[in-house]
């Protein structure tokens, strides 16, 4: 029987038996193994994709039943090579021992997270019931959940578990909302200056005055990411993709700060 529908945003046409099922159509036919077979019988969820925007046991679907539809897998959840945020909680937080339930963990977790962006413990625990592992208590499981949805609500897109991080949160937030007079009152020495390739300015109140003026023309919408957050004893830089008015841009920061935590000198640039 024929069959066309979309894998990983990818359109694939087979012809299958009636009879196979759907996890087997993905490893078998089309050599996704990160789905698992592990009970047969729809209990475990280690074979667990998204049909459709939906989370599905691919154990007790037929391929038949997919024509027309959207599958995605495990394979399909990191981007050009880099994981995803729940993908990269699972490997910051330890969230898997042996990794055979981890696809269907997986993708059971990107179903409760699209439906809530911030579930608490509770949640998360009762969308796992239907995962089962035999290596852990899932302490690991819901730690990695949550790493992910810190991150991802984080106005920063980063785990914010040090002073100097705080402090660029914080930045960032001042920016999104157009609050000049906040981010210079909250964050800069007297005399701080902030520089750049072409201009340089100094003290609080030409601060202010620079800052609104950058917000009239930039609107900054969001950080898409934030990389190579580096720490030193007296301040912090990072590259950011951030989304403004204009469009996309890369940016990149060096702070300098007192012992007060206050920024002394600022510069700023784009790539």
């Known amino acids: 029987m024929e069959i066309s529908l979309t894998v990983n945003d990818l359109p694939v046409n087979e012809d299958v038996e009636p009879r196979l099922l759907l996890v087997d159509f993905l490893r078998d036919t089309l050599n996704l193994t990160g789905t698992k077979v592990g009970c047969d019988t729809g209990q475990c969820g280690s074979c667990t994709v998204m049909l459709d925007g939906v989370s599905v ?6 391929a038949v039943q997919t024509n ?8 399909g959840l990191a981007s050009n090579g880099r994981l995803n945020t729940l993908q990269e909680g ?7 021992q042996c990794g055979f339930c981890t696809s269907g963990m997986l993708m059971s977790m990107t179903d409760l997270l699209q439906r809530n962006p911030t579930p608490d413990e509770a ?4 969308w796992l019931d239907g995962n089962l ?36 949160e914080r930045q960032v937030q001042y920016l999104i909302d157009a609050d000049a007079d906040a981010l210079v009152e909250d964050h800069y020495h007297p005399d701080a200056v902030v520089a750049s390739f072409d201009f340089t300015v100094k003290g609080k109140e030409n601060l202010k005055a620079h800052f609104v003026n950058y917000m009239k023309w930039v609107d900054i919408q969001e950080v898409i990411s934030t990389d190579k957050f580096t720490e030193t004893e007296d301040g912090f830089s990072f590259e950011a ?21 206050l920024v002394t000198y600022h510069f700023t640039g784009v790539k």
């Not at 027309?68 to 394979?75: C, Y």
């Not at 949640?123 to 009762?126: A, F, H, L």
């Not at 993709?241 to 935590?261: E, I, W």
Request: aromatic share 10%; hydrophobic share 30%.
């Open 68 to 75: 027309g539809g959207d599958v995605q897998t495990v394979e």
């Open 241 to 261: 993709t951030v989304r403004t008015n204009y469009g996309t841009a890369q940016v990149y920061d060096v702070f300098v700060l007192d012992d007060d935590g």
């Open 57 to 62: 046991k691919s154990c007790s679907r037929l």
């Open 123 to 126: 949640e998360i625990k009762k």
């Open 90 to 96: 699972f490997w910051e937080r330890h969230g898997l």
């Open 133 to 168: 592992c035999r290596c852990t208590g899932y302490i690991k499981v819901v730690e990695s959940v949550q790493y992910a949805v810190q991150k991802s609500t984080s106005p920063v897109r980063m785990i914010v578990d040090t002073p100097y991080k705080r402090i660029y």
